[in-house]
């Protein structure tokens, strides 16, 4: 019988996979060939011809063959952290790194009940806050408009899910209420911010509020973004909520009740656990985007890591090098939501196993 | 956004009616000035250096404001980074006390924005840049060509009127941002760019061949930039005026950051003794103290060294219009007595 059926080899795979016909066979090597001259020009230019360090500036430039990535070498913590005074960067750095580690420890199921993982991020997120603020423990004051770069991109993503996360639970459950006044009123508040554009929310916020406000309630125009920003996750992220509630069979919730579990026990226990299992993809993917979004802030004057790209290449020493700059810019990004979404799809594949 | 922009300028009329007080004892009061900065960087007046500090020709004038008014800049400045589109309610508001950042003096800004403006400390004429292969020497060579120009901006409708005027034949080719209006020019997708000088002649400092490339001599339309405070504030308008004035003095009288120490010891008339505060009057009329202009020279230079620093050298931008009437340009102090 061995003799009969062709033993799957690697070869035969790709034989039968990628060559099987001869249009099968052009499709391959066009692609192919393709993808390599891509792949190729970019190493090509990304790295046999590039620049690598800012004592080399004068090869770079126009008529250059390769990337300059002098601008970064040169420019790199203007960039990571904006006009955050120099000498105190290295908090910058520190309160980066503290959040970064949050989120990792946050991904170890050692925290995931709801009293550790919060009791975590509130202590990450402090630190994050006393190092770049200041004005405690020795340290000089740093107020928020100073703030840039990459550490001011992961503030303000970092606060918006905190607050909104919470803000969206309640706003999902206000909406699911049996009294239909306040179901109805969540409902047209979810939806009337929803049907807002975010940059209009975050330029009332940060620029018509101050007018309407009571003095003692202004704050900084930074937590004014941020609570708009929040409250627009929020009502985003409820939706998600609710979709992932409602995917419940109806027997989960009259079971609890038959039990004679009382509200809080039925929702904390049986129904938000499910909901978020079943609402994960959806949940990673809005954080990806809220990560993305926050360079909207630019628009109302923010110096995040947006805005100081355009800084780094904005003198007459480097006005050239912008793509390299949007590239170390993109690099970064990519780290970030490639992360998350790595992070997601772990999640998935454990609780899977846990459905089992 | 119009009408966010509108309804916040609206709102900072009653805001601004409410208060009597001027903008400068608020200043001095709380000891510090809230200058605006940029979201970024524009080339020539608002950039940050490798430590994060800002430089730049709007930055000096923000730092030259805050040493006439404190004696130093240093710890009595605070730049705050604004969009352009944030500039006019972040003013009203009280998040910056002061607009300092190339805008220009338009009807609309100063009537219905309720704006107002000093002098002009920089006129910026809106230039065409062509290959120098062309051998044109005027726009009107350019007929049957192209020009690249950036989308929804002022210079897009001046350069279809100035177009039109001249009766020729040109193709305007729009681009979204400035990076891809320069990037389409030097690839030759177009025979001509048009931009503000400062970033055309920076475009051209920084290319490839900047002997390849001339600017051209027609002005397609001019704008004048002036220092922006709220309407109705007279005495803090007056040391706006006063120190850029201050600035061409010097320049006219040959008073530099290096030898205004000199000058101030042993003052050549009675009248310059008078503006660096030897004799007392020149600062207790605004409400500064006498010698603020001696301590707006020693902090940012007269007005040819911040010119130089920031544009002169570093983009090769010739004065032109920019310079002091004695050397063909539109600029003169006031009367100092």
Known sequence: ???????????????????????????????????????????????????????????????????????????????????????????????????????????APWFWTARRLAALWVAGFVTFYVLMRGGVFGLTEVSEQNWGGLSLTIFIFASVTLLGMPLAIVF???????????????????????????????????????FVLPGWMIGDKLHRVIAGYALFFACYQAEIIRGGIQSLPGGQEEAAQALGLGYWHRIGHIILPQAFRNALPATINQLVITFKETSLVVIIGFFEILASGNAAYGNSEWNFAHVEVYAFVGLIYFVFVFALSRYGAYLERRMAVAER | M??????????????GAASAQSRLETVQERGKLLCSGHNGSYLGFAEVDDQGNWEGLDIDLCRGLAASLFGKAEGHLDIVPISWAQRWPALQSGDIDVIIKLSGWSQSRDTELNLAFSNPYFVAGFHVMTNADLGVESVAGLDGGSICVSAG?????????????????????????????????????????????????AARATSENPEAHVILPDVIALEPEGIIVPEGDPKWLDVMNWMLSSLWFAELNGITSENVDEIKANPPSAQIGKFLGVTPGYGSRLGLSDDWAYNLITEVGNYAEIYDRNIGVPYALPRAKNNLYTNGGLFYPLMVD
């Open chain 2, 153 to 201: 901006t002022t210079t897009e409708r001046f350069l279809a009127a100035y177009v039109e005027k001249l009766g020729i034949d040109v193709e305007i080719i729009v681009f979204e941002s400035g990076d891809e209006v320069r990037t389409a020019y030097f690839n030759g997708r177009c025979d001509g760019l048009t931009l503000l000088a400062p970033p055309l002649a």
């Open chain 2, 2 to 15: 119009k009408f966010l922009l509108t309804a916040a300028a609206a709102l900072g009329l009653m805001a």
């Open chain 1, 172 to 210: 999902a459950l206000l909406r699911r209420s049996q009294l239909p006044w306040i179901a109805r009123t969540m409902g047209v508040i979810i939806d009337a911010i929803r049907s807002l554009p975010l940059l209009s929310i975050m330029f009332t916020f940060a620029i018509v509020l101050p």
């Open chain 1, 1 to 107: 019988m061995d003799a009969t059926l062709p033993r799957q080899t690697r070869l035969r795979a790709l034989r039968t996979d990628y060559f099987s016909t001869r249009l099968d066979t052009l499709v391959t090597l066009g692609f192919g060939l393709l993808a390599a001259w891509v792949l190729w020009s970019l190493f090509d230019w990304g790295v046999l011809h590039a620049v690598w360090s800012a004592e080399n500036r004068e090869a770079c430039g126009h008529g250059a063959e390769g990337a300059c990535w002098a601008v970064i070498d040169a420019r790199w913590r203007l960039i990571l952290f904006g006009l955050y005074p120099f000498e105190e960067q290295w908090r910058s750095a520190l309160a980066c790194a503290v959040i970064v580690l949050t989120g990792g420890a946050s991904c």
